[in-house]
C-alpha cells in the first residue's frame, strides 16, 4: 500500500500514538459535492481514514472532475463498515433509509471483504443520492454494529480537482 511506497522512497512514516495532531492530511475521495462533504471509502479502509483525517488542521482532498457530484451518492455507494453479526439489521436499517444495501464481497477469495479490523463491508446505494447527509450520518453513527461508514461532513478543508489539460481548481466550503 501507500506506507509501503513511501518507506521506499524515504518518506519517514509516522503514528498518531507519536504524533496525534498533524498540521496536514492529503487524500483522494470517491466524491466530493460543493460543501466538500465527502463519500470515502471504496477501498474499504474509511475507518482508518476518518481517524487521521479529523486529526489534521487542515485535510485537502485532490480528485479529479468525475468525483465532483452536486449531491453525495450520485455515483458511488456508501460504504458501511459493520461487525459481521449485524449485518442483516444493519443492512435492514440502511433499507429504511432508502438505500439499496449489498454486502460486498471479496475479490481474492471467498466470503465477504474483511476490513483491517475484521469488520464487513455494507455498500449502501442511494438510488437518488443522498437526501440528508446530516441525518443519515446521525442515524448510522447511532445505529449498533456499525463501527463507522464513508460519510466525511466538516472534514475537508479545500478540494483541489485536477483537470485533463493540467488546469486545477480549488474548492473550499
Avoid: Y
Avoid at 483522494?28 to 460543501?35: F, M, N
Avoid at 488542521?57 to 458501511?80: C, M, N, W, Y
Avoid at 447527509?133 to 466525511?152: K, S, V, Y
Amino acid at each position: 500500500g501507500a506506507g509501503r511506497l513511501a518507506r521506499r522512497h524515504g518518506i519517514p512514516l509516522t503514528t498518531l500514538d507519536e504524533n496525534p495532531q498533524l498540521d496536514l492530511g492529503i487524500d483522494g475521495a470517491d466524491e466530493v459535492d460543493p460543501s466538500l462533504s465527502l463519500i470515502k471509502g471504496g477501498g474499504g479502509a474509511h475507518t482508518r481514514e476518518k481517524v487521521v483525517a479529523t486529526q489534521c488542521e487542515r485535510f485537502v482532498v485532490i480528485v479529479d472532475p468525475s468525483k465532483t457530484v452536486e449531491q453525495l451518492g450520485a455515483t458511488h455507494p456508501l460504504p458501511v463498515e459493520v461487525v459481521p453479526m449485524a449485518v442483516t439489521p444493519v443492512s435492514q436499517a440502511l433499507a429504511d433509509l432508502g438505500a439499496d444495501p449489498e454486502l460486498r464481497m471479496a475479490e481474492a477469495k471467498d466470503g465477504p471483504a474483511v476490513t483491517d479490523q475484521g469488520f464487513w463491508l455494507v455498500d449502501a446505494h442511494f438510488p437518488d443520492g443522498i437526501p440528508d447527509p446530516e441525518g443519515i450520518n446521525r442515524t448510522l453513527n447511532a445505529q449498533p454494529g456499525i463501527l463507522d461508514h464513508g460519510l466525511f461532513l466538516n472534514v475537508a478543508t479545500d478540494a483541489i480537482v485536477g483537470h485533463p489539460d493540467g488546469d486545477i481548481t480549488r474548492r473550499t466550503p
